[in-house]
């Protein structure tokens, strides 16, 4: 991992926004599948997968290198997207999502595209299957291990109690190789979270398990990188991130309508968004200049 | 008398004194010595650590053993994570609550994933007694055979549920292993062969009327039948169905050529149980009349065990019935 000068947060910026052109795209081409979340993300897989992360694009079963768990696996357009730039499979296979033969399942799912971590859908068990990876790392490793296990959770898959058995294991467990990434973009289907079924006060919340809890904005890409740099010195506890995100960050046409939650651009929707994106003409660009 | 002979059987199951065990103590001692033999092995347990017998690996492996407290959603995708990273995770609790409550995590996490974690489920059956019908697992069977990779053991005593319990580690899928807590009668021996998948003839007869395939504690119940039946000149054959997916078709159409009847015995509600399955099985294959004994669509109560078996018609009476009448048909 080199260090994030100037130069890099500038490549990592015209990552994300190429990964969310490739969102935008295949969302529409599939004709279904999920908007807000994906863009949304963008940023923070952009940090991983070009930063963060010990992984080989080439050898995706290198037996070294850290675990991303996806929990809500329906925001997998980020995430196929995301891997294809980072050079695990060809971009122009992004088109075939959701696709009948596709290794680019609507849900994400291993039996299709081996590389993945997991296959996830059904909100609420991903942090879990984190867990038990970081207990297998911790059986082997104890306290040195350098690997990190990569937990990326929604908001909204927090009224699911599973999440909470598997945050109170953890804290028990004294996990210092798990990383929770909570996407708090403060919707999920039906609504505004906070009208669905009130989720705050969220740090408070992993606290009390035992976690460290660190609040970023989630399209900032310093602030990104730096929590994941200060959760590997956090020593003896689990750390998770909220990030505070913007749902459907990137077309401002988007941004913040829960409505954008579950439904895919159509095709003028997709014209104007990635014209959006093309010219910097969105608040990604502005907000760094 | 036609005890299989190849088989080694106890040949005091049928002395009143017969050695009894529970058969979730089979699989304490197997996971004991699977964790032995390989470093993989863990164990998590939730809150029920002794009662389903993993405490046996518990004392010995503590560095291995994952206390999960009451939480069967995160026991089963735990033990998930842990399979992907090279463990061969076994998790334990009461089958009414594993597979029961953690089902759809199950088939997600553990299946749909195709992680190799190993469930045993005890206290499954009406036998559980007097704690009554929330505890009482009559629909394990049906819930874990209908998904795919999964297999599905349920023994018929606890040596063969050591044996079943070794024989998982190495399946490379994901397993169920039903579990019973009550002491039943010893049946087999260390030298009775056992093979996941595989169904053997634990009663022989040279011209058999019916055919009885049973599973679990009461293939003790469906061999005293047939003891009784032989004295009034009714042959049966009687099979231990111990491994129901995969199903050993072969072996079933088999017997079911050969005494042109069966009866299934079963302590699990008989929709979608053991005997659904050897109906599938018959039906696309070799059709012949049935029976099947098991719980009727009801739920359990409290009672002693044998007072149960016997309400719900899973008695040596009821399956001396059952092949009465069958043979009438």
């Known amino acids: 991992m080199d260090n994030l000068n100037d130069n890099k947060i500038k490549f990592l910026e015209q990552k994300a926004n190429?990964?969310?052109?490739?969102?935008?795209?295949?969302?529409?081409?599939?004709?279904?599948?999920?908007?807000?979340?994906?863009?949304?993300?963008?940023?923070?897989?952009?940090?991983?997968?070009?930063?963060?992360?010990?992984?080989?694009?080439?050898?995706?079963?290198?037996?070294?290198?850290?675990?991303?768990?996806?929990?809500n696996g329906h925001i997998c357009p980020v995430l196929y997207s995301t891997m294809a730039h980072a050079g695990y499979f060809p971009i122009k296979e992004l088109k075939t999502l959701r696709k009948f033969g596709s290794?680019?399942?609507?849900?994400?799912?291993?039996?299709?595209?081996?590389?993945?971590?997991?296959?996830?859908?059904?909100?609420?068990?991903?942090?879990?299957?984190?867990?038990?990876?970081?207990?297998?790392?911790?059986?082997?490793?104890?306290?040195?291990?350098?690997?990190?296990?990569?937990?990326?959770?929604?908001?909204?898959?927090?009224?699911?109690?599973?999440?909470?058995?598997?945050?109170?294991?953890?804290?028990?467990?004294?996990?210092?190789?798990?990383?929770?990434?909570?996407?708090?973009?403060?919707?999920?289907?039906?609504?505004?979270?906070?009208?669905?079924?009130?989720?705050?006060?969220?740090?408070?919340?992993?606290?009390?398990?035992?976690?460290?809890?660190?609040?970023?904005?989630?399209?900032?890409?310093?602030?990104?990188?730096?929590?994941?740099?200060?959760?590997?010195?956090?020593?003896?506890?689990?750390?998770?991130?909220?990030?505070?995100?913007?749902?459907?960050?990137?077309?401002?046409?988007?941004?913040?309508?829960?409505?954008?939650?579950?439904?895919?651009?159509n095709k003028e929707e997709k014209r104007m968004a990635i014209n959006e994106l093309r010219t910097l003409g969105g608040k990604i660009k502005s907000e760094h200049e | 008398m036609p005890i299989n002979p190849d088989l080694k059987l106890n040949t005091k199951m049928f002395d009143e004194k017969v050695e009894q065990i529970p058969i979730r103590q089979g699989f304490g001692e197997g996971?004991?010595?699977?964790?032995?033999?390989?470093?993989?092995?863990?164990?998590?347990?939730?809150?029920?650590?002794?009662?389903?017998?993993?405490?046996?690996?518990?004392?010995?492996?503590?560095?291995?053993?994952?206390?999960?407290?009451?939480?069967?959603?995160?026991?089963?995708?735990?033990?998930?994570?842990?399979?992907?990273?090279?463990?061969?995770?076994?998790?334990?609790?009461?089958?009414?609550?594993?597979?029961?409550?953690?089902?759809?995590?199950?088939?997600?996490?553990?299946?749909?994933?195709?992680?190799?974690?190993?469930?045993?489920?005890?206290?499954?059956?009406?036998?559980?007694?007097?704690?009554?019908?929330?505890?009482?697992?009559?629909?394990?069977?049906?819930i874990t055979r209908v998904i795919p990779r999964m297999v599905v053991v349920s023994p018929c005593d606890a040596i063969e549920a050591k044996k079943a319990t070794l024989a998982s580690v190495d399946t490379g899928t994901p397993v169920y292993i039903r579990l019973a807590r009550e002491k039943t009668p010893i049946i087999t021996t260390g030298t009775t062969p056992f093979e996941i998948g595989k169904a053997q003839i634990y009663w022989q007869s040279t011209k058999p009327q019916v055919g009885i395939v049973a599973t679990g504690a009461l293939l003790h119940k469906a061999l005293l039948a047939t003891k009784e039946l032989e004295g009034k000149g009714i042959e049966v054959e009687v099979m231990n169905l111990s491994t129901i997916k995969p199903l050993d078709e072969k072996a079933i159409i088999e017997l079911a050529k050969k005494t042109g009847r069966i009866v299934t015995v079963e302590e699990h509600q008989i929709s979608g149980g053991m005997g659904s399955a050897v109906a599938e099985c018959l039906v696309k294959n070799f059709p012949v009349p049935m029976k099947f004994i098991g719980v009727d669509d009801q739920f359990g109560q409290s009672g002693t065990p044998d007072e149960l078996i016997k309400h719900y018609g899973m008695d040596t009476e009821s399956i001396i019935k059952a092949v009465t009448k069958i043979l009438k048909q």
């Not at chain 1, 935008?24 to 930063?51: K, N, Q, R, Y």
């Not at chain 1, 398990?209 to 730096?226: K, L, P, S, T």
């Not at chain 2, 560095?63 to 076994?90: D, T, W, Y």
């Open chain 2, 31 to 142: 996971l004991l010595e699977a964790g032995e033999e390989n470093l993989q092995v863990v164990g998590l347990c939730a809150d029920l650590t002794e009662s389903t017998k993993m405490d046996l690996f518990a004392k010995k492996f503590p560095e291995r053993l994952i206390e999960m407290g009451v939480a069967e959603q995160n026991l089963a995708s735990v033990a998930s994570g842990l399979a992907a990273m090279g463990k061969i995770p076994f998790i334990s609790s009461y089958a009414m609550f594993s597979p029961g409550r953690n089902w759809e995590q199950i088939r997600t996490t553990i299946c749909y994933n195709n992680q190799p974690v190993k469930i045993a489920g005890s206290h499954a059956g009406i036998s559980v007694g007097p704690d009554g019908g929330t505890h009482q697992a009559i629909e394990d069977i049906a």
């Open chain 1, 103 to 265: 290794r680019l399942q609507g849900h994400p799912h291993r039996d299709f595209l081996s590389m993945l971590e997991t296959s996830s859908g059904p909100l609420g068990s991903g942090l879990s299957q984190a867990v038990g990876m970081a207990l297998a790392d911790k059986i082997d490793h104890g306290l040195t291990s350098n690997r990190r296990i990569y937990a990326l959770l929604s908001d909204g898959e927090l009224e699911c109690g599973q999440t909470w058995e598997a945050a109170m294991l953890a804290g028990k467990e004294k996990l210092h190789n798990l990383v929770a990434v909570v996407d708090r973009n403060n919707i999920q289907i039906d609504g505004y979270t906070e009208d669905v079924m009130p989720l705050e006060s969220l740090s408070d919340k992993w606290r009390a398990w035992n976690w460290h809890v660190i609040e970023i904005d989630g399209h900032n890409m310093e602030e990104i990188a730096d929590a994941f740099e200060t959760a590997k010195a956090i020593f003896g506890k689990p750390t998770v991130i909220i990030a505070h995100t913007i749902a459907g960050k990137g077309v401002k046409e988007f941004e913040r309508d829960y409505r954008w939650h579950g439904k895919p651009p």
């Open chain 1, 18 to 71: 190429d990964i969310r052109i490739s969102i935008i795209d295949i969302l529409e081409d599939a004709g279904s599948g999920h908007t807000a979340g994906p863009l949304d993300m963008a940023d923070i897989f952009t940090v991983l997968f070009f930063h963060t992360l010990k992984h080989n694009p080439k050898e995706p079963a290198w037996p070294e290198r850290d675990r991303l768990v996806l929990s």
